[in-house]
T-cell receptor
Framework: AQSVTQLDSQVPVFEEAPVELRCNYS??????LFWYVQYPNQGLQLLLKYLSGSTLVKGINGFEAEFNKSQTSFHLRKPSVHISDTAEYFCAVSDHGDSSYKLIFGSGTRLLVRP | GAVVSQHPSRVICKSGTSVKIECRSL??????MFWYRQFPKQSLMLMATSNEGSKATYEQGVEKDKFLINHASLTLSTLTVTSAHPEDSSFYIC????????????FGPGTRLLVL
């Protein structure tokens, strides 16, 4: 069965500093990987996704993530964060072969950007 | 990207009443939609998969008679919380897959339900 682990429940960081949010997954099959951001009392917005091809994926708002198959990781990074990046970030995985396209979510990481 | 809407955004109801939440795909068709539940400071929990033209598929532990799902058209799915109780208070979010291989989920803005 698939699972997603986000080890850090909260990551505090100062404005303009770099940040990395960690995501590891377990799966016996090929997967699609996603990062979503959720602002308070809102739905989820897609940041970026890895489907195939280049392992370095660039998304919106200056975020990027790198798929590492050997380490089963898909960490999210941003070289310089803004106050407005404060939000909850969810990593998710779905099975290539699952026609239902169900998403399995991690527990989320709260990014707290301080001035 | 694809846009998904939900209505209402917030609802307050009395215990024992039923509440209907709508999920619409605005600029694409969705034969499948997903309903999630999110408790405060927690991740999303998949409740059920809504299938256009057939019965919904419920996840283990989700009462299908309490959470009625109807996928009326290729752009509309509804979730009805029947005989709501305070413990049903939560944030309900729907999503629909789109993209070249239908692999990407697009999420609605969510519905905050408070049962008094």
């Amino acid at each position: 069965a698939q699972s997603v682990t986000q080890l850090d429940s909260q990551v505090p960081v100062f404005e303009e500093a770099p940040v990395e949010l960690r995501c590891n997954y377990s799966s016996s099959v090929s997967v699609y990987l996603f990062w979503y951001v959720q602002y308070p009392n809102q739905g989820l917005q897609l940041l970026l996704k890895y489907l195939s091809g280049s392992t370095l994926v660039k998304g919106i708002n200056g975020f990027e993530a790198e798929f590492n198959k050997s380490q089963t990781s898909f960490h999210l990074r941003k070289p310089s964060v803004h106050i407005s990046d404060t939000a909850e970030y969810f990593c998710a995985v779905s099975d290539h072969g699952d026609s239902s396209y169900k998403l399995i979510f991690g527990s989320g990481t709260r990014l707290l950007v301080r001035p | 990207g694809a846009v998904v809407s939900q209505h209402p955004s917030r609802v307050i109801c009395k215990s024992g009443t039923s509440v209907k939440i709508e999920c619409r795909s605005l600029d694409f068709q969705a034969t499948t939609m997903f309903w999630y539940r999110q408790f405060p400071k927690q991740s999303l929990m998949l409740m059920a998969t809504s299938n256009e033209g057939s019965k919904a598929t419920y996840e283990q532990g989700v009462e299908k008679d309490k959470f009625l799902i109807n996928h009326a058209s290729l752009t509309l799915s509804t979730l009805t919380v029947t005989s709501a109780h305070p413990e049903d208070s939560s944030f309900y979010i729907c999503s629909a897959p789109s993209g070249g291989k239908q692999e990407t989920q697009y999420f609605g803005p969510g519905t905050r339900l408070l049962v008094l």
